[in-house]
């Protein structure tokens, strides 16, 4: 599943909000890579994000990024790229692709009522336009079911705040105003979409009809689009399958990576071996491939992945460190980043919740 940033399909105010400039929506990028590992014998499903500035090694377009760059820098030329590359640099078979563009997760979440996401605390994004006043269980849908999910900017308010502080403010106003900076960036937004996925789920199970469900998913909301290979049988199929499931048992995963700086490209991030491997294998067992093309190290060396015996799975909490930037003041901070991100998240990230 592929997050495009095209802004085709956006009222002109919602473009605005999103920060589109004259003759942006004719492009896209994506700032959003997750691997969706369906076994309908196991009954489980999981999904591992990979963050958008991890670098790869690319398979076109190298006169114009180099051998090496981030992952998503040849989405411009469709999915099917990006998917090869993926299988190329991490040996993961991608059998079909979806892309959602900002117009199909507004339109997505839309059709189904919205989603309830419970708030600790007020949250604020600048950037994405966030805005949730109140702290609870509440209805997130339209322009803010887009700008939670697009958040990495993301401010909390332990003093519950009524107001929203001024863009001018600086960090320390905001902070004697009882704002917090999360500063995990990418990695805090990849959490709370993992999350927002989990809410979607359990308000379309709520709307599951077996007599229905074909003439549902016939209808996929615009600015959603899915490769030729996966049919309208294979959808409905997997509805029907997993229409039970229990939302908190999708399991989320981050590929592990460590920050660096490069000269050409700014601050990046490398994949951190042996844990990624570790993590690959323990999802994909023996469906993973050798990976005809892996990414670089640190030295900007393409290396293998080192071996990993494939076991039973299990269910598995280790940690790897990770570097993650905190606020623009470029102190950094050595974190953990659990292989299941589910099992340990901050408590002022929103969560799925029932309405009273």
């Not at 606020?327 to 340990?344: I, V």
Request: hydrophobic share 35%; glycine share 8%.
């Amino acid at each position: 599943m592929i997050g495009s940033d095209s802004r085709v399909g956006l009222s002109g105010l919602t473009a605005r909000q999103t920060g589109a400039t004259s003759g942006q929506a004719a492009g896209q990028r994506s700032d959003v890579v997750k691997i969706i590992h369906v076994d309908p014998d196991a009954g489980t499903i999981s999904m591992v994000s990979i963050p958008r500035d991890t670098m790869v090694t690319l398979l076109a377009n190298q006169s114009l990024y180099g051998q090496f760059n981030r992952i998503n820098v040849n989405f411009g030329n469709g999915p099917s790229l990006l998917a090869q590359t993926i299988t190329a640099n991490f040996g993961i078979p991608i059998h079909q692709t979806i892309v959602v563009s900002f117009a199909g997760l507004i339109n997505a979440a839309d059709a189904l009522g919205g989603v309830y996401l419970d708030f600790p605390y007020p949250a604020w994004d600048p950037n994405s336009g966030l805005r949730i006043l109140h702290p609870g269980c509440q209805l997130v849908q339209g322009f803010q079911a887009l700008a939670v999910t697009r958040s990495r900017h993301f401010y909390y308010n332990v003093d519950h705040a009524k107001t929203f502080p001024d863009l001018n403010d600086s960090y320390d106003q905001l902070y004697n105003l009882g704002w917090i900076y999360d500063g995990t960036s990418d990695f805090g937004r990849i959490d709370r979409q993992g999350d927002f996925l989990r809410a979607m789920v359990d308000q379309a199970k709520k709307l599951y009809n077996p007599f229905t469900i074909n003439s549902f998913l016939s209808k996929l909301p615009e600015g959603i689009t899915l490769d030729q290979s996966f049919s309208l049988n294979e959808l409905i199929g997997l509805a029907v399958r997993f229409h039970s499931i229990n939302a908190n048992a999708i399991l989320t995963y981050t590929l592990p990576t460590f920050a660096a700086n490069n000269t050409a490209l700014g601050d990046v991030l490398f994949v951190d071996q042996p844990y990624a491997q570790q993590q690959l294998v323990s999802i994909f067992g023996n469906e993973l491939e050798s990976p005809t093309n892996p990414p670089p190290n640190a030295a900007l060396q393409s290396v293998a992945p080192p071996y990993v015996a494939v076991t039973p799975s299990t269910t598995t909490t280790t940690t790897v460190p990770s570097t993650k930037k905190k606020h623009s003041t470029g102190t950094t901070t050595t974190t953990t980043t659990t292989l299941n991100p589910t099992l340990s998240q901050p408590n002022f990230d929103p969560r799925p919740c029932e309405p009273s």
